[in-house]
C-alpha cells in the first residue's frame, strides 16, 4: 500500500517570503498522480496544484510550484511571496492513475503554514 | 456554480445515538466520496460510489456505518449506535471522474459524540 509521509507538523514564514514543504510517497506503482490541497479554518479542503507522475517538468500555478523528485519520490511545494490567506493546513496527496483504486486518494497527515504579517 | 454542500454542518450527538450525515455533489458529478478527518488518523478514505456501479466500501471502519447514494445524486452516511471514537469531521467529496479528476470538497460535517 502506498503511504504519504509529511516530516513537517507545523511550520511558519514571513509574509512576502517563500517557504517549502515537504513530501515523500512509497510506492511501487508507475503511473499515480500526486496532489497538494489546503484546508484554511473554514475546513474546505481546496486544489492547490497536482503533478502527474509521467511529466518531467514541474507544475506551477501562479505563486505555487511543485519539486517533483519521481527517483527520490518527493514532492515538495513553493509558495512564493508569501501571503496571510495562505495561512492553512496543507495535505500532500497521492492517487493512482489505473487498476481499481485509482479514486482512493490517499493524504499525508499535514503540515499547518502560518503565514506571519 | 454550487459547490459540494453537506448538512449538518456541526452535529453533537450522545454516545449510542444513531447519526445521518447529508452530501449533496456538483450537479453532473458521477463521482462521490466520504472521508473521515480525525486527529489521531489524518484524512482516510471511507467509502464511494460511482454511477450506478457497486460502491466501494472498504474503508468503512465498522458495520455500524453504511451509506447510500439515493438518485447518483444525494448521499447520507450514516452512524448507527455512536461511539466516542466516531468524532471527527467528515469530508464529502464529488468528481466528473476518476484518477486525475479533481476532487471538490464540501465545508465538512463536525461529529461530536459526548
Known amino acids: 500500500a502506498q503511504t504519504v509521509t509529511q516530516s513537517q507538523p507545523e511550520m511558519s514564514v514571513q509574509e512576502a517570503e517563500t517557504v517549502t514543504l515537504s513530501c515523500t510517497y512509497d510506492t511501487s506503482e508507475n503511473n499515480y498522480y500526486l496532489f497538494w490541497y489546503k484546508q484554511p479554518p473554514s475546513r474546505q479542503m481546496i486544489l492547490v496544484i497536482r503533478q502527474e507522475a509521467y511529466k518531467q517538468q514541474n507544475a506551477t500555478e501562479n505563486r505555487f510550484s511543485v519539486n517533483f523528485q519521481k527517483a527520490a519520490k518527493s514532492f515538495s511545494l513553493k509558495i512564493s511571496d508569501s501571503q496571510l490567506g495562505d495561512t492553512a493546513m496543507y495535505f500532500c496527496a497521492f492517487i493512482f492513475n489505473s487498476g481499481g483504486s485509482n479514486y482512493k486518494l490517499t493524504f499525508g497527515k499535514g503540515t499547518l503554514l502560518t503565514v506571519n504579517p | 456554480g454550487a459547490g459540494v454542500s453537506q448538512s449538518p454542518s456541526n452535529k453533537v450527538t450522545e454516545k449510542g445515538k444513531d447519526v445521518e450525515l447529508r452530501c449533496d455533489p456538483i450537479?453532473?458529478?458521477?463521482?462521490l466520496y466520504w472521508y473521515r478527518q480525525s486527529l489521531g488518523q489524518g484524512l482516510e478514505f471511507l467509502i464511494y460510489?460511482?454511477?450506478?456501479?457497486?460502491?466501494?466500501k472498504s474503508g468503512l471502519p465498522s458495520d455500524r456505518f453504511s451509506a447510500e447514494r439515493t438518485g447518483g445524486s444525494v448521499s447520507t452516511l450514516t452512524i448507527q449506535r455512536t461511539q466516542q471514537e466516531d468524532s471527527a469531521v467528515y469530508l464529502c467529496?464529488?468528481?466528473f471522474g476518476q484518477g486525475i479528476y479533481e476532487q471538490y470538497f464540501g465545508p465538512g460535517t463536525r461529529l461530536t459524540v459526548t
Open positions: 450537479s453532473g458529478h458521477t463521482a
Open positions: 460510489f460511482q454511477g450506478n456501479s457497486a460502491p466501494d
Open positions: 467529496a464529488s468528481s
